[in-house]
């Protein structure tokens, strides 16, 4: 073989080894996204992709009661979801502190379900089309621990007999987030309920109070043809 071809030969080699390095990286990029959040790997429409279905696993513990609560919010299931909670009503009120307003009068009562439902189709839209969660999951924490994250409080007569704190992964246009909630958990009539805060900040949404600790974990972007 002429030297000079000998020399483009060499010359190729890294090349190809560049470009292979480069697709196996970007490969494992796409796995690890799509384990975070269920879309498709390496996909033009992965920004857009809905996460993998979960199924509501019922209430028969306080764990899955809020595991139930937050699905039945992706899966657009607001009436259910509401069977599931029980929310102070504050109306006209709505930056009171929760705890305090509880406690002094726990006369309010509790959000209704048409209210409740119309509120999630503003927030959410019909069928939870502007909410995308995967992964969700939920685990019991200590006493100690739920209150560090003001989930004890007094309730209005409400018996809390739990504290879950659930998470899982919340789908952006082109982001995806790690978020995290500590939620007290009443039992009443047999039926175990998540107890919402019925406060919001000023300037934010209902649905907004129910995640923390929302911090970004992957740009789908990234990875977009």
Not at 78 to 87: H, I, K
Not at 127 to 150: I, M
């Amino acid at each position: 073989m002429p030297e000079g071809r000998r020399a483009a030969a060499r010359a190729l080699v890294p090349a190809r080894a560049l470009t292979a390095a480069l697709l196996g990286a970007a490969v494992l990029l796409g796995v690890l996204l799509r384990a975070a959040g269920g879309g498709a790997l390496l996909s033009s429409s992965l920004v857009y992709s809905a996460p993998v279905e979960q199924a509501a696993p019922g209430a028969d513990s306080p764990a899955d009661a809020v595991r139930s609560f937050y699905i039945l919010l992706d899966q657009g299931e607001y009436a259910a979801a509401w069977a599931l909670a029980r929310e102070p009503d504050y109306t006209g009120s709505g930056n009171a502190p929760y705890r305090s307003e509880v406690a002094e009068d726990g006369r309010r009562g509790w959000t209704p379900r048409e209210a409740f439902v119309s509120r999630l189709n503003d927030e959410l839209g019909y069928g939870g089309v502007w909410l995308r969660l995967a992964d969700v999951q939920a685990e019991e924490v200590t006493a100690g621990e739920a209150a560090a994250h003001g989930a004890w409080p007094a309730t209005g007569g409400s018996q809390v007999v739990a504290a879950v704190r659930a998470q899982g992964t919340l789908l952006g246009a082109c982001t995806i987030f790690h978020w995290e909630k500590v939620l007290p958990v009443t039992r009443a009539g047999g039926r175990y309920r998540v107890l919402l805060p019925g406060t919001k900040q000023a300037d934010a949404l209902f649905y907004q109070e129910w995640f923390a600790n929302v911090r970004k974990i992957g740009t789908l972007r990234a990875i977009a043809p």
